[in-house]
């Protein structure tokens, strides 16, 4: 057996052994003056009852959009509106310390994102290296963690170039997400504008990305790659394009860091594939490896697929309502049993029930109140 078929044979089988049962989750936010949000929202959830308590507010923050926390548990690394030279606002990183006993953050310190708009983070696997893409400039950055949770100012930084079809929206870059491989050797970034994945080989310990060979896959044109997630083997990657409402399954070649596309297909059902308006915004993949969830935003549901592990190949089960509206990130507890989504207009994330054997979902009939609510992220306390 393979490592990438061993890699999946863990996932499956002990997702629930691994997973205690009690989690703080974090809510990244837009705010402004309209919506009343100040800031990172947390809440408790325990997924043996599946109960999810009212979020309180963690940590005041400028449109802490999105989120990632550290393997440690101890840091929280959140993108948004900060203070640059001279006293100026400006986009970047904020990295903040967990208090696990009250869920609140204090603040660790901050740099600039160098690209206008930052929309994405994430860390890598050792905690070492934080990567963001700046949606406004059409570029990304990476930064090195330090040893208590600070992180330094950009060890590298990458402007994508060119454009694609649609002269409205693809003129010019937008990276809109940076995410590793399970390996841990690659970052891929998703650029709207380009209709490509950007990869790039990462160095923990500098700190840095550069560009791989082969530097990028391309996905449909005039789609809009927005976010992408790796199936638990390790062998396939599922990108949701925006701006087409179709989700695009690639093959992984884990040795060259490569993409190549198997399928794509659509997040709506029939009767809605013909109407305008919509747009993808998560893509997320079970730890079971046998289903794919997309959220559709102003669709206001969540495309369910069933996913072939031999070949990657999804089918759509089920386009269930969001319960808000604009849903943007969704997120399973890492025991697989629940799902929540977070709704960007109505102020609110929903919990949804995730059925074991299908992977369809069911509204449990809680939501709770996060305003401007756009980020969701579990943290384990046992």
């Not at 059409?138 to 649609?166: L, M, N, P, R, T």
């Not at 809109?176 to 990462?202: E, M, Q, T, W």
Request: charge should be neutral; hydrophobic fraction near 35%.
């Amino acid at each position: 057996m393979n490592r990438s078929s061993l890699a999946f044979v863990f996932a499956a089988l002990t997702t629930t052994a691994i997973a205690g049962e009690n989690f703080l989750v974090y809510f990244g936010t837009n705010t402004n003056a309209k919506n009343g949000s100040k800031g990172i929202y947390v809440a408790r959830f325990n997924s043996s009852s599946g109960e999810l308590t009212q979020p309180e507010l963690a940590a005041e923050a400028g449109n802490p959009g999105f989120l990632a926390i550290h393997p440690s548990k101890k840091y929280l690394y959140a993108i948004g509106d900060i203070t640059v030279a001279d006293g100026k606002k400006g986009g970047g990183i904020s990295s903040f310390s967990i208090d696990l006993k009250s869920g609140k953050l204090a603040p660790i310190n901050q740099a600039s994102a160098v690209g206008n708009g930052p929309c994405h983070v994430n860390v890598d696997k050792t905690g070492k290296l934080a990567a963001i893409a700046n949606y406004g400039s059409g570029s990304v950055a990476s930064y090195a963690i330090k040893d208590d949770g600070s992180v330094s100012e950009a060890a590298s930084f990458y402007q994508h170039e060119g454009s694609s079809v649609d002269p409205r929206r693809q003129s010019g870059p937008h990276a809109h997400s940076v995410n590793f491989s399970p390996d841990n050797r690659f970052a891929f970034a998703c650029d709207l504008g380009l209709d490509k994945v950007l990869i790039y080989k990462i160095d923990p310990a500098t700190g840095k990305m550069t560009p791989n060979d082969p530097p990028f896959a391309k996905t449909p044109a005039g789609g809009g790659p927005r976010h992408l997630a790796f199936h638990p083997s390790g062998k396939y990657v599922f990108v949701n394009n925006e701006m087409a409402m179709t989700e695009t399954v690639f093959a992984y070649d884990a040795e060259k860091g490569a993409l190549t596309e198997i399928e794509t297909v659509s997040t709506l059902p029939e009767a809605d594939r013909d109407k305008k308006g919509f747009s993808t915004a998560e893509s997320l993949a079970h730890p079971n490896g046998r289903v794919v969830y997309v959220s559709n935003r102003t669709h206001d549901t969540i495309a369910v697929f069933a996913c072939d592990p031999a070949t990657g190949k999804l089918t759509l089960i089920q386009n269930v309502p969001v319960e808000g509206e604009i849903p943007r990130n969704i997120c399973l507890d890492p025991t697989g049993k629940w799902l929540i989504a977070a709704h960007q207009n109505s102020g609110t994330a929903a919990l949804f029930k995730v059925d074991q054997d299908s992977g369809k979902l069911t509204f449990t009939g809680t939501k709770v109140n996060v305003p401007g609510s756009i980020c969701v992220r579990f943290l384990a306390l046992d």
